[in-house]
């Protein structure tokens, strides 16, 4: 079955360490995004890419970067982790057609920032 | 001004009644998508349903419905026949197509359901 996967789903790190997520899919989906989920905030939108080499900032991407070489991977990079960084990450992907593009989601990652 | 509002920060609802949880959105598109999403407490995130802006009928997902009123901008979620599994984290969310023409979601800051037997 076609699926989105992230690792790790847990990881402690330091502050001004440098932190990858990963995320795959194997859906094929064309979309890729990655979120942060915070306490009375909701989910909110870090970057996304529409296709191999397309990158885009999102809400809030400041400290946040990614890079898209191939259709099923998008790591997500904390270049010097931040406590403000501490949160739930999600990753979701949707394929480009028109209509619905309904994204689906990872089981995300919990990430500590000490 | 939020694009998602979620006015409820908690519900209770009896197991086998029905509930409604509110959402009303702000677009200035006319091409746009609303979504469901539950999160249950092991938090995963669980696409429910979708209504597009030029569906003239209100969907519907087996015991979901979305009451879509457009003149209103409002995109509740009733859920019929409650059960204890249905206690989660709703989020509801808007897809528009933004200045770079890629569309996006937007979220709510969702709401808590608790269903009691």
């Known amino acids: 079955d076609a699926e989105i996967t992230q690792s790790p789903r847990h990881k402690i790190t330091e502050t001004g360490r440098q932190v990858t997520l990963a995320c795959h899919q194997t859906w094929n989906h064309n979309n890729m995004f990655w979120y942060r989920q915070d306490l009375g905030h909701g989910l909110r939108l870090i970057h996304y890419?529409?296709?191999?080499?397309?990158?885009n900032k999102g809400e809030v991407s400041d400290g946040y970067s990614v890079s898209r070489s191939n259709t099923e991977d998008l790591p997500l990079t904390l270049e010097s982790a931040a406590s403000s960084q501490t949160s739930v990450y999600f990753c979701?992907?949707?394929?480009?057609?028109?209509?619905?593009?309904?994204?689906?989601f990872g089981p995300g990652t919990r990430l500590l920032v000490l | 001004a939020q694009k998602i509002t979620q006015t409820q920060p908690g519900m209770f609802v009896q197991e086998k009644e029905a509930v409604t949880l509110d959402c009303t959105y702000d677009t200035s598109d006319q091409s746009y998508g609303l979504f469901w999403y539950k999160q249950p407490s092991s938090g995963e995130m669980i696409f429910l349903i979708y209504q597009g802006s030029y569906d003239e009928q209100n969907a519907t997902e087996g015991r979901y419905s979305l009451n879509f009123q457009k003149a209103r901008k409002s995109a509740n979620l009733v859920i019929s026949a409650s059960q204890l599994g249905d206690s989660a984290m709703y989020f509801c969310?808007?897809?528009?197509?933004?200045?770079?023409?890629?569309?996006?979601?937007?979220f709510g800051k969702g709401t808590m359901l608790l269903v009691s037997p």
């Open positions: 979701a992907s949707s394929e480009s057609r028109r209509g619905r593009e309904t994204q689906y």
């Open positions: 969310a808007m897809r528009e197509r933004g200045n770079s023409g890629y569309s996006t979601l937007t």
């Open positions: 890419s529409y296709g191999v080499q397309d990158t």
